[in-house]
């Protein structure tokens, strides 16, 4: 999600713009009264174009301030707009719920939104000194638990492999020796502790504590895992013809994506090199819309720095059925559960 607009749409001016828009809009193929699943509402930025464009829409958002933030919205929608607190992982669910068993739609916009990181008391963010907490549902362990009662081992990978963080294992001693003084309960003070530990890299244009936050914000809210959830969600609950379209942020989340639509769009055959006669695979259960994915134009980078980084997946749902698909194909880490 990006920065602030005064432009006047549905429900009155969005507070939000939504990264890659434009091109959302196009791979979704929008046509009046369709139905599509706006996986991650936030401040409804998706939301709000799609019904503009005629759509009925599913909104799903496992942050309960979102979820307020959007009635007025509700109200303005005549009916076509059903918001929902829960999380993607179960949009087939949601989407049965509000009574629609097959949907034309689903686009996921992956990660925490520019909602959430400007407000300060939410803790996603050290820009603004808060609480330690990154909770998207405001419930469950928070980021402090976990920096302050996590094995420093664990620690270790969480911010290497999470955060894609070189020197994890010097930023998880620090934080381990700050805590036997005093417990960490503030974002400003973890940042602190970052930027001590290891400096600011020449070169850097982010603050040293930027992968250590990330690190921490998508392992209390299990934001992989959830992800790959939504993802075969989305395969079971759309149409034949349907779209599936995806917005990520970060190279853990965009491989995700990569890898599931490419297994597919291009399932393996059954069998072995040593059964050749095991027969053909699966069909393809997606087509893909593009080989490569599309990224925000220089313009847009330059209105919204946020969306240097996303990148934009989109897919065809085929006529074929459901097939299994070991979710170690994904490789998502084996970490500890967050409960402290």
Do not use: W
Request: glycine letters at 10%; aromatic letters at 4%.
């Amino acid at each position: 999600m990006a920065g602030r607009s005064t432009m006047g749409v549905a429900g009155g001016p969005a507070r939000h713009i939504p990264v890659l828009l434009g091109p959302v809009m196009d791979a979704l193929a929008v046509r009046p009264g369709a139905v599509i699943v706006d996986g991650t509402f936030g401040a409804g930025g998706y939301s709000r174009a799609l019904l503009d464009a005629g759509a009925t829409v599913i909104g799903i958002d496992r942050d309960p301030s979102a979820i307020a933030g959007g009635q007025d919205l509700v109200a303005a929608s005549s009916g076509r707009l059903n918001l929902v607190e829960g999380r993607f992982g179960a949009l087939d669910r949601h989407a049965a719920a509000c009574g629609f068993e097959a949907v034309d739609g689903v686009v996921l916009d992956v990660g925490v939104s520019s909602m959430q990181l400007d407000e300060a008391e939410r803790g996603f963010s050290f820009r603004a000194d808060g609480p330690l907490d990154m909770r998207m549902e405001q419930a469950g362990p928070s980021a402090a638990d976990v920096v302050n009662g996590a094995a420093v081992t664990d620690l270790t990978r969480i911010i290497g492999i999470l955060g894609e963080e070189r020197k994890a294992r010097t930023v998880a001693g620090a934080i381990e020796r700050a805590r036997k003084e005093a417990p960490i309960t503030r974002t400003a003070t973890l940042a602190d502790i970052v930027e001590r530990a290891i400096g600011k890299r020449p070169g850097d244009k982010i603050h040293p504590a930027t992968r250590t936050f990330q690190a921490l914000r998508i392992y209390v809210n299990r934001e992989l895992e959830e992800l790959v959830s939504a993802l075969f969600a989305a395969e079971r609950v759309l149409k034949a013809g349907g779209r599936l379209v995806v917005v990520a942020f970060h190279s853990l989340e965009d491989r995700i994506v990569k890898r599931f639509l490419n297994a597919r769009a291009r399932p393996k055959p059954a069998g072995s090199r040593h059964l050749p006669e095991a027969g053909p695979g699966p069909e393809p259960t997606f087509s893909l819309l593009s080989r490569k994915p599309i990224e925000a134009d220089a313009g847009e980078v330059a209105a919204n720095p946020r969306a240097r980084s996303a990148r934009l997946r989109a897919a065809l749902r085929t006529e074929a059925p459901v097939f299994e698909l070991d979710r170690a194909e994904f490789g998502l880490p084996n970490l500890p559960d967050p409960a402290f």
